[in-house]
Structure formats: structure tokens, C-alpha cells
């Protein structure tokens, strides 16, 4: 499953939501599904940035969700369940059913009490009900590759 989320992110076109990017809080994934954690990153967003589609695709969700403005947009062709987008607490300047291009404004970061001291963008990614790293949306190299090791004897 990692394996497929890896080659659908690599096949996206994506770019940071904020500019310029400033990761306060990385992601942390929870050791349980309903676990400690923190499920996405914030990036440092005073009120009022403008917050960009990280990637091309169609905004599912504008809304409230526990009084925080939330933006959801469904990346389209990249897995089954499609990959994901959250952004919050953002004003959204999109709605529902809205098709979006990468590093289109969508949103601007609302001016709600936050964890963050100067407010920030919390950047999700999920797939179906698991939850990623958005960083990796960013990967622009080629995937790794195991190259033959010359010169060392091999066990036994």
C-alpha cells in the first residue's frame, strides 16, 4: 500500500500550499489509529496568507468542521482511494465541486486561535482513512535505487 501511495505522489505535480514554506510542526504519525500524533504539518501562516493548492484537483469538502474553517481537494487518478488534501484553518475562495490547478489560491489562513503563537496552516494528506506525510507530495527526485557493492566479500 506505502509502495502505491509512493508512485501516485511521484506522478503529481505538486508545490508548497504557503510562500515561503517554513515547516513549524513536522508530521508525526500516531503509533494507533486513534493515537497521539500530529496527522499533516504546519507551516508557518500568519492570518490572511494566501494558501495555494498543493496539487490539481477537485475540492470536495469547504466548510466548518469543530468552528475551524477546513478545505478538502481530491487528487484525481492517483490511487484507490484517491489521495487526499486538507488545509485548515483556512476562509476557503473556492467551493464544493470546484476543479483547481497546483499552486492555485484556494483559501487564506483564517484569523482563529491557534497552537501556533504568529498562526500557521495545518497541511494534510490522507488516503482513505489513512493519513500521510504531505511532504512526500514534494518529492522530486527519482525513486531509489540498490546499486551492486563492489569489493566485499559476501557471507558464508
Known sequence: MYR???LAALTVAATWPVIPPAVIHPWAPPATPYGPGHRGVDLAAPPG???RAAAAGRVTFA??????????ITLPGTTSPPLRTTYEPVRALVGEGAEVAAGQVV??????PSHCPEGCLHWGLLRGDLYL???????RGTPSR???VVGVA???
Do not use: R
Request: glycine share 12%.
Open 4 to 6: 502505491a501511495f509512493l
Open 49 to 51: 496568507t494566501p494558501v
Open 63 to 72: 466548510g466548518q468542521v469543530a468552528g475551524q474553517g477546513v478545505l478538502t
Open 107 to 112: 483559501a487564506t489562513a483564517a484569523d482563529t
Open 133 to 139: 506525510n504531505p511532504l512526500l507530495l514534494l518529492h
Open 146 to 148: 540498490l546499486l551492486p
Open 154 to 156: 559476501e557471507p558464508g
